[in-house]
């Protein structure tokens, strides 16, 4: 097995693209195997999609204080490459085997270690520690050093990206959190060259080798893939036996948006969800009020919401792109590949019409304004739920979400409860997806298949059957075959026949068996079987009796459970937190405030109120703990990231949300506190007066008033305003997902509600839980 040497417990956590550290080897040669890391997915509907992780080395430290970390990348060696997923808890996980070469460190000498995610959408991050300085002895055991390090923001072009740094440009200290896995190594060091005499036992390995070719025949493999995958594979060659399906297939439905006799709004493009309450496949959107002249259309898609989207093209797919299209072509009707939308998962769709050729105007009448932008529905039915959208102007095939302005770009962008667009008098084709997909050639059998559903029918066959028997008496003596009739026989048989009989009809009275059934019956049995199937039962309906000793293989039921389930993985749909007191309003160039969590949360960015305007360049910092006296103190705050826009307009956009990919999120657990600093560069923005002790606060956390940096647009300028009885308190939105909740310290004197989840065992309570505990380890 391998050794490892783990992190402890730093002070704040901080999710990164890349971290760079150093170890070294104290008493022999060691050999890195593996890495513990966990990994944060900031878009809930991403949970499950891999990201790309790299691995590289160099020999010596990397990070040499005459240049910095501008080391040349060629002194790097990339060790390997793998896919990670999110982590479902805070706790690290081991990568995937041979995720890199093991690295070979010899005794007294230092190795540098990067890792980073290579996420275009920069969504999955690397969960480390804010560190105290770059190279100071960071965790250690007898054999190996590990030493603090920087982080690095992945960039598509150049991979490495810059380093996140402090005001005055140097890195900012991070920490690796997790563990190395090794092996020791001797003092020796390797040999360059083959053993000349071969070794006594084959080479074991626990994982399967890659190939860039395919095996001629299927794999076995003793480890499953490590997610399943979210919709059914489909095969373009027939099955050789016919497929069942318990379920007939289901025709296309059509969701009629709303309309009015009032003349409609225009746009160049409509952008939207659609909520899904049953399985479904949208197929086409026939949009009304398009101009006859022809135009160029995109149609894009995503799996997840458009509102952390609506301005990043990078997060959206194109499905369809249209040439001269016109109100004519097909009766407006546009068609894309079947898009999937599971139970209670969202897909947003953003239709852009490119290219007009000089005409203007190609939606005229075709949009219509809601009033209740992001939880608004727009129109549903039983299946679908079209949620209220957006429209925008100014868009053009190299940019099809505009340049960010109110000429070119979303129009009339505002929170929960403020306008919205979506389609007037249109139709959102789609069908029902809780079928089995049809084999794309029909299927030929030449034995009669047996149904667990009876037929409407009389069914119809190629050939007929070699000697059908069809008798209202039972026969009278048995026959050495299964008898096959669509109907049961009135009276029992004189002599039972060898083998059972075989009937289309389930029987009308329940049967008793001592062994166990291969199909389900009509009336299920009030008690228990007598012992369990070999094969998973299929019902619609689960039993009202449990049996008596469980089942090899689970239950599999058509119907949901009566209790809802429990996942490790946190969801992390965005939450809110205005800020938007009575006082009187003034202007600012920089407002610090401090935020305190009640529960554990992942804050992400900032949406800020404004006066409209040019020139605004935010730059956002944090620190632990309460403001104090460090509001002057540049070394005290680390940068979170920043954010730059040419024009602002004071009625739309308003306030302006930051982009969550340009900060880096800040975990915060239950009770801590948390300081933050908003400046801006070039113009100033909004805060409101108000005494001490003022708060904003929901159920998730709480924003106390602060200072304010004015009239002076330079960061940590020493004018600050609000250190006295005034106090000036962040207008705007503090916006934020849930993150995972630390296991506690100690058990509680009281039952919880829900079941606690903990990855440690826990140790006797004082008093017996309502519902019992979860672990992977077992109690003590």
């Known amino acids: 097995g391998y050794s490892e040497v783990s992190s402890g417990v730093g002070l704040q956590f901080t999710a990164v693209d890349g971290l760079m550290f150093e170890i070294s080897a ?5 050999l890195i195997e593996s890495l513990k890391l966990t990994i944060l997915s900031l878009d809930p509907e991403l949970n499950f999609q891999p990201a790309d992780l790299f691995v590289y080395s160099i020999d010596g430290s990397f990070y040499d204080e005459d240049v910095g970390d501008a080391v040349d990348q060629s002194g790097w060696v990339q060790r390997g490459t793998t896919q990670v997923y999110a982590s479902s808890t805070l706790d690290p996980v081991i990568l995937p085997a041979n995720s890199f070469d093991p690295i070979f460190v010899k005794k007294g000498s230092t190795v540098g270690i990067y890792i980073t995610i290579a996420d275009s959408l920069r969504n999955h991050k690397i969960l480390a520690y804010s560190g105290v300085a770059i190279k100071s002895n960071d965790f ?19 991979n490495w990206g810059d380093s996140l740094t ?7 200290p991070h920490a690796l959190y997790g563990s190395l896995l090794y092996t020791t190594a001797g003092t020796s060091e390797p040999t360059f060259l083959p053993s000349l005499m071969p070794s006594i036992t084959p080479s074991v390995s626990l994982a399967p080798s890659k190939s860039s070719m395919p095996s001629a025949g299927p794999t076995l493999s003793a480890f499953p893939t490590f997610t399943p995958s979210l919709q059914p594979s489909l095969s373009m060659t027939p099955t050789g036996h016919p497929t069942s399906s318990a379920a007939p297939s289901y025709a296309r439905e059509t969701l009629q948006t709303r309309t009015t006799d009032e003349g409609g709004n ?12 049953r399985p479904v496949e949208v197929h086409n959107i026939y949009l009304s009020g398009m101009q006859s002249y022809p135009m160029n259309i995109k149609i894009f898609t995503r799996s997840g919401s458009h509102y952390d989207a609506y301005d990043d093209i990078s997060k959206w797919e194109v499905i369809q792109s249209y040439t001269n299209f016109t109100a004519d072509t097909n009766g407006g009707r546009l068609s894309f590949p079947p898009q999937f939308i599971g139970v209670e998962q969202t897909r947003a769709f953003y239709i852009a019409i490119v290219e007009t050729y000089g005409e203007i105007w190609p939606l005229l009448g075709g949009l219509l304004p809601g009033i209740n932008y992001r939880d608004g ?14 429209k925008f102007f100014g868009i053009s095939e190299e940019k099809p979400m505009g340049i960010g302005t109110t000429d070119s770009g979303v129009y009339l962008l505002e929170g929960p409860g403020g306008t919205s667009y979506n389609m007037k008098d249109a139709r959102i084709e789609y069908s029902l997806a809780d079928t089995i997909m049809p084999s794309t050639e029909p299927t030929t059998s030449v034995p009669p298949t047996i149904s667990i559903v009876p037929s409407l029918g009389p069914t119809s066959s190629m050939s007929p059957s070699s000697s059908p028997s069809i008798s209202s008496m039972p026969s009278g003596s048995p026959s050495s075959t299964p008898s096959i009739s669509s109907e049961p026989s009135s009276v029992p048989s004189v002599s039972p026949s060898s083998q059972p009989s075989v009937s289309a009809m389930p029987s009308l009275e329940p049967s008793e068996s001592s062994m166990p059934t291969s199909t389900p019956s009509k009336s299920p049995s009030s008690k228990p079987s007598a012992a369990p199937s070999d094969a998973p039962s299929v019902s619609s309906k689960p039993s009202s009796v449990p049996t008596t000793v469980p089942s090899a293989a689970p239950s599999v039921s058509f ?4 209790s809802p389930t429990m996942s490790l993985m946190p969801t992390q749909s965005r939450e809110f937190l205005e800020s938007s007191t009575a006082g009187d309003r003034s202007g600012s160039f920089g407002v ?4 305190t969590a009640k529960r554990s949360i992942l804050i992400q960015t900032f949406a800020v109120k404004h006066f409209g305007g040019n020139g605004f360049n935010f730059h956002v910092f944090t620190k632990s703990g309460s403001i104090g006296s460090s509001y002057s103190d540049a070394s005290a705050w680390t940068k979170l990231g920043q954010a730059s826009y040419g024009t602002l307009s004071s009625t739309l956009n308003n306030p302006v949300t930051l982009p969550s990919q340009n900060l880096s999120p800040v975990m915060l657990n239950a009770g801590e506190t948390q300081s933050f600093y908003i400046a801006c560069v070039g113009n100033y923005f909004r805060v409101h007066e108000e005494s001490a002790g003022t708060v904003v606060e929901n159920s998730d956390a709480s924003i106390a008033a602060g200072l304010n940096k004015y009239p002076y647009d330079t960061l940590f300028h020493s004018s600050t305003q609000g250190l006295g009885s005034t106090k000036y308190m962040f207008q705007g939105k503090l916006i934020y997902s849930y993150g995972v909740e630390p296991p506690s310290a100690s058990p509680s004197d009281i039952p919880s509600v829900v079941p606690s989840i903990s990855t440690e065992p826990t140790f006797i309570s004082k008093a017996p839980s309502d519902v019992p505990s979860l672990s992977v380890k077992p109690t003590g």
């Open 26 to 30: 104290v008493a022999e040669n060691v």
């Open 140 to 158: 250690a055991d007898a054999n190996i050093q590990v030493r603090e390090g920087l982080a690095k923001q992945w960039d598509p072009c150049l």
């Open 166 to 172: 402090n005001l005055d440009g140097t890195p900012t």
């Open 266 to 277: 225009d746009g160049y493009g409509v952008m939207f969800d659609i909520v899904a309450n």
């Open 377 to 390: 529905i727009w129109a549903n039915d039983t299946a679908i739920n079209l949620m209220e959208g957006l």
């Open 559 to 562: 119907e949901p459970s009566a």
């Open 592 to 595: 610090l405030f401090e935020v």
